[in-house]
């Protein structure tokens, strides 16, 4: 499985002195692996999922590093308390402008669905922002990975199941209110009915 396909990334100059062609290296730009967390809701966040994913991951990371014998850079980003529905989350934002300035190699995450439950968003992510860039990508726990047509075609059956449990989610959590106003109950959220107080012994 290769993750991180180079350490460093050269910038070439080749020109003639002396009747001689000369190579100058002009550049030398480090590349970092980007390890992305994210849970959904405060109670994930007090007491499970952030911790317990950065640890799992860096330990990944650095096992990888030290068996491939290179430098282990790496960088966290982490979206606490950010539903995975949308692409509307700061450090989500913050990897993709990473992953397009070339900061980047390779993306870890726990599993698929903390990068996103939307398929489009995933295969968003994964084709236009990371394939396109060169950027590997590996899910640990269902130890996916793009650097083979195997691997990108079991993501994006992934990424399908992600969405249809994010909208098995929707349909009963939506199910659920409807039978609490057809019982008479508030449905909460936002303010009450206008005219209307709310009963917290009854509901």
């Known amino acids: 499985m290769v993750l991180c396909s180079c350490k460093f990334f050269y910038k070439k100059c080749f020109y003639k002195k002396g009747g001689k062609i000369i190579n100058n290296i002009k550049a030398v730009v480090k590349k970092i692996i980007a390890i992305y967390v994210r849970v959904s809701t405060e109670s994930q966040v007090e007491k499970y999922s952030i911790p317990a994913q950065i640890e799992f991951l860096i330990s990944h990371v650095k096992a990888w590093c030290l068996e491939h014998d290179v430098e282990c850079n790496y960088k966290i980003y982490q979206d606490p308390g950010y539903s995975g529905a949308s692409l509307d989350r700061p450090a989500i934002q913050e990897l993709i402008q990473d992953c397009l300035d070339g900061k980047i190699s390779c993306v870890y995450v726990y599993k698929l669905d903390r990068l996103s439950r939307s398929q489009k968003d995933t295969l968003y992510l994964l084709d236009d922002v990371l394939d396109k860039n060169k950027i590997d990508f590996v899910s640990v726990m269902e130890k996916f990975d ?13 990424s399908v199941f992600a969405q249809l449990e994010r909208e098995t989610i929707l349909q009963r959590t939506r199910f659920g209110l409807q039978k609490r106003a057809e019982d008479g109950y508030w449905r909460g959220g936002g303010k009450t009915t206008f005219a209307y107080d709310y009963d917290k012994e009854t509901g």
Not at 146 to 158: E, F, H, N, Q
């Open 146 to 158: 793009t650097t083979d047509p195997v691997g990108k075609a079991m993501l994006s059956i992934i």
